[in-house]
């Protein structure tokens, strides 16, 4: 390589350890799991997005193995020309048939569905409104568009009324109001119903990221907008399968007209290789499996319960979370680095959240319960948490 630029890569990176923002991933030795093998240990597994244990699901694993028998290994071309197969389209009626809505476009992320159909949908002279605490992928999303942006304080409705009434003066051509449905640093939720009044009072749309809240909220964990009882009133649900649904792949559901619009408009669907049947054939098994029980959802609900409320009882602080992505607060980041080292050690997988994913003095471990998690793992993962958070002297 080219010695300079190797140089400056290298002391860029040298840059990033010195603040500690450098990541070195752990590497599992075997499937996502309740009970994990992550670096050659043997852990309990508390910082997945497996929020429903589907990723190591039987029926999952059963459906992927009979997709690549009948369809083979990869798909064979982008979707637009000839990678869409009838599972495919099988996917995308099943995940409007979950939202109660028209219908439903597959993107092959929920990173690629939020950078594409966000500029799609966004032109010169439109207005987008979005929190500010809204994720990466939105963000990205947004630096592509030609629109006007502005940013909402976080949750604020009054921040955010302000803003639309600014807005309607300037007379715009569209006007779209993007928030994450749970937001996944904190596990706080989004006041849809109020952002959805403000969108009626103020003619614009809405267009809601459900990552987190996919197989979490609402009944049979049909998401953020089921929560709030307004299925088929917001414009635009965005999701992932790389979540609670355990496998990959985003969506946006929406009416029949716009998802036809962003097939047509989304360069990051219309460029990019179609995700293969195994892939496709075990997220339809996934929703599939949501739509026939509710077991899974209801277990996960009552693990979180349990651990939320057995280390609030230690005197942890659980800051302000509503969903099973449960903080840890340290408030000092160095604590929280030592904290996760530390429960490592003790065969407890979590990781520290600190500057820039979070403010500077609101550094955490992040923990995520699964429905996976038997009550042994959630007491050993308790009595880890409680053993070392006595060492550092976070409770007494
Ligand atoms: C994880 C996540 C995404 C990205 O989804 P992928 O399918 O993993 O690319 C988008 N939005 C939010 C809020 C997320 O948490």
Redesign the pocket.
């Known amino acids: 390589m080219n010695e300079k630029l190797q140089a400056e890569l290298k002391s860029e990176l040298e840059a990033l350890d010195a603040q500690s923002l450098l990541w070195n991933p752990r590497t599992l030795n075997g499937p996502s799991a309740a009970q994990a093998q992550v670096d050659g240990k043997k852990v309990v597994m508390l910082c997945s ?1 497996n929020y429903l244990g589907l990723a190591n699901h039987k029926l999952l694993k059963k459906a992927a193995i009979a997709a690549i028998k009948q369809y083979g290994a990869g798909s064979g071309s982008v979707r637009p020309i000839a990678g869409t197969m009838d599972l495919h389209l099988k996917l995308e009626e099943l995940i409007a048939k979950f939202k109660g809505v028209e219908d439903s476009l597959y993107y092959n ?6 950078s594409g159909a966000l500029p799609a949908l966004l032109r010169e002279g439109d207005i987008v409104i979005s929190d500010e605490l809204n ?1 990466g ?2 963000i990205d999303g947004l630096r592509l568009t030609k629109s006007e942006r502005q940013i909402y304080k976080h949750c604020d409705m009054l921040d955010l009324e302000a803003k639309l009434k600014e807005i309607k003066a300037k007379n715009p051509k569209r006007v779209l109001i993007v928030t ?1 449905g749970v937001f ?1 640093m904190d596990g706080d939720v989004a006041p849809l119903d109020k952002i959805y009044q403000l969108a009626q009072s103020y003619d614009c749309a809405v267009y809601v ?1 459900d ?2 809240g996919d197989g979490v909220l609402g009944e049979h964990g049909k998401g953020i907008v089921a929560h709030y009882h307004l299925e088929g009133k917001i414009d635009f649900e965005m999701g ?4 609670a649904f355990g496998t ?3 969506y946006v559901a929406t009416t029949k007209t716009a998802k036809q619009y962003l097939l047509n408009k989304s360069r990051t669907w219309l460029l990019t290789g179609a995700h293969g049947p195994a892939n496709v054939a075990a997220s339809i098994a996934a929703i599939e499996l949501l739509m026939a029980s509710d077991k899974l959802v209801k277990k996960l609900w009552r693990n979180t319960k349990y651990f939320k409320k057995s280390l609030g009882k230690l005197g942890f602080d659980l800051g302000k979370s509503e969903t099973p992505i449960t903080p840890i607060m340290t408030y000092d980041s160095g604590k929280a680095r030592e904290f996760s080292k530390k429960l490592f050690d003790e065969g407890v997988y979590a990781l520290p959240i600190v500057f820039p994913m979070v403010a500077k003095d609101k550094a955490r471990i992040r923990t995520m319960i699964n429905a996976d998690h038997s009550k042994e793992d959630l007491d050993f993962a308790i009595g880890k948490i409680e053993k070392v958070g006595k060492e550092i002297g976070l409770v007494k």
């Open positions: 997005n992320s929920g990173f690629t569905a939020n994720h992928s939105i994450d996944s990221d990552a987190h992932t399968f790389s979540k990959m792949g985003g």
